[in-house]
């Protein structure tokens, strides 16, 4: 397989919070950032001959995707009952590499949405975090491909969560991230030509 970095321009800042009102204890180790976005995808380079010998039964694809998902994330501000606290990160990307890393393979097998292996790739799992795409999606004039991306991102996976399990939300205050998304660190991976039917 052979993989480069995707460098997309738009960046997002999102408010988000992670406790309810409504709610004494919230369980941070059960709770999840969910990040839906669609990305349109542009191969310049692909030429006709690349497109050569496909067919319904052969059919290169490609992964589109991040290896962890807290790479999502590339700086974060910590809010408590609606202020600013002293925690900001800037190198939340550094810090989500440096996690994933310390992890077992086995943490990261079946986490659908969370994290990505190039053993799970290469297999065609769909326990991984992005989306496959047939080569033949991208045979059009722009010679491009939109596809959506839906990426799970655990709370307890960022640094200041980590050793989170209840929050006394009552007590302590309401908690929200102030969160500035990047897609700078997308993949995109071509995939061994011994092509399968697999249903993206």
């Known amino acids: 397989m052979r993989n480069q ?6 960046h997002t800042e999102s408010t988000i919070n992670i406790t309810h009102a409504g709610h004494d204890i919230s369980q941070i180790n059960d709770s999840f950032l969910v990040v839906t976005q669609d990305v349109t995808i542009q191969i310049p380079q692909l030429s006709a001959p690349t497109f050569g010998g496909i067919t319904p039964d052969i059919c290169p694809y490609m992964y589109f995707g991040v290896k962890p998902s807290n790479q999502l994330i590339r700086q974060m ?28 393979a086995s943490e990261k097998r079946g986490k659908k ?17 992005g989306v496959y795409i ?47 998304f990047s897609p700078d660190y997308y993949r995109l991976t071509s995939i061994s030509t011994k092509c399968y039917q697999y249903q993206c």
């Open 77 to 104: 501000k910590v809010i408590n009952n609606g202020k600013p606290t002293e925690y900001l990160s800037q190198e939340c990307v550094r810090e989500g590499f440096a996690y994933a890393n310390l992890k077992g």
């Open 113 to 129: 949405g969370i994290h990505t292996t190039y053993e799970s790739v290469s297999q065609y799992s769909p326990d991984i975090c």
């Open 5 to 10: 970095l995707c460098r997309l321009i738009s």
């Open 134 to 180: 047939p080569l033949n999606s991208f045979k059009n004039g722009n010679k491009s491909a939109t596809v959506r991306m839906r990426s799970l991102i655990p709370i307890s996976d960022l640094l200041p969560f980590q050793s989170f399990c209840i929050y006394p939300s009552n007590i302590i205050g309401q908690l929200a991230l102030k969160v500035l």
